[in-house]
């Protein structure tokens, strides 16, 4: 298992279209994802899960994967959030 702290640095957060290309990105790893808010931590790859945080900018979120690529996809992962999303 590895995980990684990260601040979401965009003003919308991880809603609708940032989450969709967050979800895109998880999928493309065999490893198990979850995204963690506070004590809450959902499946990285499912979209419903992801908006159910309600992760708005300027909050931690933790990234957790288990599995055999389990480092590449949270430093993926978190670079992509740390990038604001930009294109």
Request: aromatic letters at 6%; zero cysteines; charged letters at 30%.
């Amino acid at each position: 298992m590895y995980v990684k702290d990260v601040l979401v640095k965009n003003k919308a957060g991880l809603h609708a279209r940032p989450a969709t290309f967050f979800i895109q990105k998880a999928n493309e790893y065999k490893s198990t994802i979850w995204v963690e808010k506070e004590e809450r931590r959902v499946n990285a790859k499912s979209l419903l899960g992801v908006l159910s945080l309600g992760i708005i900018g300027g909050t931690n979120i933790k990234i957790i994967a288990d599995g055999a690529d389990e480092q590449e996809a949270v430093d993926g992962l978190v670079e992509l959030v740390e990038s604001g999303f930009a294109d």
